[in-house]
């Protein structure tokens, strides 16, 4: 357990990484601050559920999205989460966990977010993906007022659809990250689908990479001031490199 605490001690003081919203939704009930709007039809999002249609996509409850159960076409209904000020926050990541059964091609799942005037959509799938996590970069969004909309929509008839493991995460400047230095060296490509490249003449050593949860985040050596980044999941990360004793730090994107 000190192990764990101080990972985290050291990513916080680098990157000022903050989880600024979290929701599990393993209570029976709409969580705390959360919103529900049913646009047609007569049910909605239900929690304590882990299960819809037959298929079990979450290991725990989530929230589910049970349109086979009813039986009932033309269904719409948003889950929207608490609005939060997240001005102050460098960058900005949404993650979650998603099911969804679609019949025929009917049964949608849409993500949006408030920019601060509108919903803009970030993400959608209209296709069967019984289980997928996802990470999105929600930083062009920052306001006041932020806001996630998780809609589904049937526009004939479905299995279902059905969200867990929700995560709102920002990143400021740490208490030292004064110590680091804003790139220097150009790095990339970025993003990176395989190669990530240190462009310096110098040795680059003590690379080191983390998540978006501030957590560390293995690589493959490579030589000639470069990494492979091949075996890693798509989504944001941190790097932090040093050259000449000095450490400098940038955000890489993997695809």
Request: no cysteine.
């Amino acid at each position: 357990m000190r192990k764990i605490y101080s990972l985290a001690f050291s990513v916080f003081t680098i990157f000022g990484y903050s989880q600024i919203q979290s929701e599990d939704f393993e209570a029976t009930t709409l969580p705390t601050g959360w919103t529900m709007n049913i646009i047609t039809g007569t049910v909605g999002w239900e929690f304590g559920l882990n299960e819809y249609g037959g298929y079990t996509p979450f290991a725990t409850n989530g929230a589910i999205f049970n349109d086979d159960f009813y039986e009932e076409a033309n269904n719409e209904a948003d889950l929207i989460s608490p609005a939060v000020d997240v001005t102050s926050y460098g960058t900005l990541n949404l993650s979650f966990d998603y099911s969804l059964e679609d019949f025929s091609g009917s049964g949608d799942f849409i993500v949006s977010v408030w920019n601060g005037t509108s919903w803009v959509q970030v993400f959608s799938q209209t296709n069967d993906m019984l289980f997928e996590s996802k990470s999105i970069d929600v930083t062009a969004y920052k306001n006041a007022a932020f806001r996630v909309k998780f809609k589904y929509l049937d526009v004939d008839w479905g299995w279902g659809a059905g969200v867990d493991a929700y995560r709102l995460t920002g990143t400021t400047l740490g208490v030292n990250d004064n110590n680091l230095v804003d790139k220097k060296y150009k790095i990339g490509p970025n993003p990176v689908k395989n190669i990530l490249t240190f462009h310096s003449e110098q040795k680059v050593s003590n690379i080191k990479l983390y998540d978006m949860g501030g957590r560390s985040v293995s690589y493959k050596n490579n030589n000639n001031n470069s990494i492979d980044l091949s075996d890693l999941k798509p989504g944001i990360y941190f790097v932090t490199y040093e050259i000449n004793k000095t450490i400098y730090k940038d955000k890489i994107i993997k695809d």
